[in-house]
Structure formats: C-alpha cells, structure tokens
C-alpha cells in the first residue's frame, strides 16, 4: 500500500518538477490545413537569450512537452561568430501548436540530416545533399570542357545517410552500387532549376562559380554561397552571388540570388529559371499564377524516374516550353535579392512515386511557404 501511495505522490509532482527545470518555452503554431511533417523551424537566438540570458550552449536541450523526448536542433551562425538562430526538426500537425521546453542538460549526439562542401578533387565541384536527396553544381576548373554544364545537377539518392564523400571517394557514381547514382542529364540548359538573366529573349548564361563560402553545415540546415565573376548578359555587365540552403527532410533548396549591374539601378531585369527537357513524353506543371513548374521525367527503364520543381515566390511573368527546357520568368532589380526553390526527387526512393504525388509535393510546399509557422518564446 505505502508503495501505490508512494508512486501517485511521484506522478503528481513530476510534472511540477519538469516545469520547475525549464528555462524557456518555444510556441510553434501551425495555422494552415496542411500538417508539417520533419519541419525545420527557425528560433532567433536573441529571442531565447532574453528568456534564459545565462544559457550554455555546450549544455542545454529541447525537450518536446509531449513526448518528453530531446528535439534534434542546430546552433545557427550564418557565417558568423555569434549565433543567429537556434533550428529544430519537428512534426506540426494543422490547425494546432506544438510547444517545446529549453533546459539544462547534456544533448545527444544527433544524426547528420545535411552536408555540403566543395570538391577540388573532381574539377571543383560543389555538392550538396540532405537525408533525402543530393545535388551539385560545376566550377572553374571544368570550365571549356566537353564536361561542362550550366545547370545544377541532381544525385538521386535512396537512403538516409550521407552519400556525396563516398561516391566521390568510388569516382563511380553513374553506377547505382544500392543507394542511388548520378543519371540526371544538365547539358547546356539550366538543368534541375538553375537561374540565368533573359535579355532580349535570349538565356544569358554565367561562367561557372569561381568563389565559395559555407556559412552553416548541418546537422539540420547547410548553407553556402556560390560566386559568380562579371559577364555579359546582352550587353549588360552583371556580377551574381547565389546562397543556396538546403534543411532536413526537403526535396528542395533555397536559392537566394542577388544579381548586381552597372545599367540604370532602377532597371528591372529580366531573369528566368529553367528546368531540363527529355526528348521523350513526360508530365508537366506550369502552374503561372502560383509560380510552380513540375516535371516528371520520362522513365528510364533501368534507372527510374527523377522529378525536378521549381517554386518563385516572385511574380511569374511567363511560364514556356522550349526545345531544351521549361522556363518560368520573373524580373528582378540590381542588388535585391531574389528567392525561389527548387529540387527533385526519384521514385526508386519509394516516398514520391508519381507525377500526381510529385505535383501535390509542389503545391503544398508553396502553400507552406506562404502560410509560415508562428514561433515564440514564453
């Protein structure tokens, strides 16, 4: 009996003891009718500060108020010496608020979700990836070349683990060795969502990046900047910085362009962002007045099929299909940035395995763009 008695009187006060070693409260709201699954949430460091001036950063953890288990999550510096944001990975279901507690404690060892770097061994490459799919784009050193592409390529992947060291290490990823290969064809097109100036009707295609910066890397979110020598966009001289970020759990990156030129500062210009065509049948979005453009590709027998998708958060002037590629335009002006997504995805993965499930992917993750999640400190 005094040992039933005993354990009711523990489970009355954990609850208050819990509560009583908590050093601040992160409300995360979901407004929307569409649940956010393995979502990377942005938490302003300063934010948390005020709430816990004396935190350490070495030793604190996010417990979810539910589970009462640790919250994976990410110290954000954004190539600063101070932290900018706290990240964490969570499940927000519609219409609902999740709420998470910061405490003192020893964190676990998360599991690496995103990972990019340069690649000087394979002709200045520079990959990125996250737990779901990979990516890379081309430099310098492979510039002239019959080699050479203008657009970002895609690594299909079918596991969660990081892949690009290891493929890099074989020098063999056209080969599907289980977990995946590099079959996507860029050629001279802007390949899986890349952007170029559109001048007098014509794509203005850069150099390759000459510059590189990582600013963040993972567990959750890696960042990077991509830098872009001055060329001639048909008769304008334009210099391009691209800060591309890619979080946990997304088929898709953020692209954050600032173009600059020297013409009229108050001249909007022309830019379009492009995806690569097959010559074979496959399915298609051009969703205008959303900014959405989808391709499923057409199969390929021994390898599967690769979605590629690209959202604008700008106005859409014009969506098209040329010969090569599907374009979506937007205008933008010297020193503004510019922000859109773009992605793939490959149903050998077995998550999306359709064109219908690829476009659903596409439309929801806009609407998620435009309906953010509230976040605050308590």
């Not at 001048?199 to 890696?222: C, E």
């Amino acid at each position: 009996m005094k040992r039933i008695k005993l354990f009711f009187y523990l489970a009355l006060i954990m609850p208050v003891t819990f509560l009583a070693q908590t050093k601040a409260t992160i409300i995360i709201e979901n407004n929307s009718n569409i649940d956010r699954k393995k979502t990377v949430v942005t938490v302003n460091w300063k934010n948390i500060l005020e709430r816990y001036p004396k935190i350490d950063t070495s030793n604190f953890v996010v417990i979810n108020s539910k589970t009462k288990k640790q919250v994976a999550y990410q110290l954000e510096h954004q190539n600063s010496s101070s932290i900018q944001n706290v990240l964490v990975q969570v499940d927000v279901k519609a219409k609902s608020k999740l709420t998470l507690y910061i405490q003192e404690g020893k964190p676990e060892i998360f599991t690496v979700k995103t990972y990019a770097r340069y690649v000087p061994e394979r002709k200045d490459d520079f990959a990125w990836e996250n737990d779901q799919i990979a990516f890379r784009t081309y430099g310098k050193a492979i510039e002239g070349s019959n080699e050479d592409a203008y657009g970002f390529d895609v690594w299909v992947k079918r596991t969660n683990k990081m892949i690009i060291n290891e493929r890099y290490k074989l020098a063999d990823y056209h080969t599907d060795h289980g977990d995946g290969l590099d079959y996507y064809q860029v050629g001279h097109t802007l390949g899986a969502g890349n952007m170029a100036p559109y001048v007098k009707d014509t794509i203005r295609y850069s150099a390759n990046y000459h510059q590189w910066k990582v600013l963040d890397n993972g567990p959750l979110r890696s960042t990077f900047q991509l830098i872009y020598d001055e060329w001639n966009a048909g008769g304008i001289k334009v210099n391009a910085v691209k800060t591309i970020s890619l979080d946990a759990g997304s088929q898709l990156s953020r692209i954050e362009n600032i173009y600059s030129y020297d013409d009229d500062k108050s001249m909007s210009l022309p830019v379009v962002v492009g995806i690569s065509k097959r010559p074979a049948a496959g399915n298609i979005l051009l969703n205008e007045q959303q900014g959405i453009m989808g391709y499923w590709e057409p199969t390929f027998e021994k390898n599967g099929t690769t979605a590629i998708g690209s959202i604008l958060t700008t106005p859409t002037t014009n969506m098209w299909i040329d010969k090569t590629q599907l374009l979506a335009k937007t205008t933008i002006k010297s020193t503004e940035p510019v922000v859109y997504y773009t992605g793939a995805a490959w149903d050998k993965a077995g998550k999306i395995t359709d064109a219908k499930k690829w476009f659903q992917y596409l439309e929801n993750f806009s609407l998620e763009i435009k309906n953010p999640l509230l976040v605050s400190i308590k």
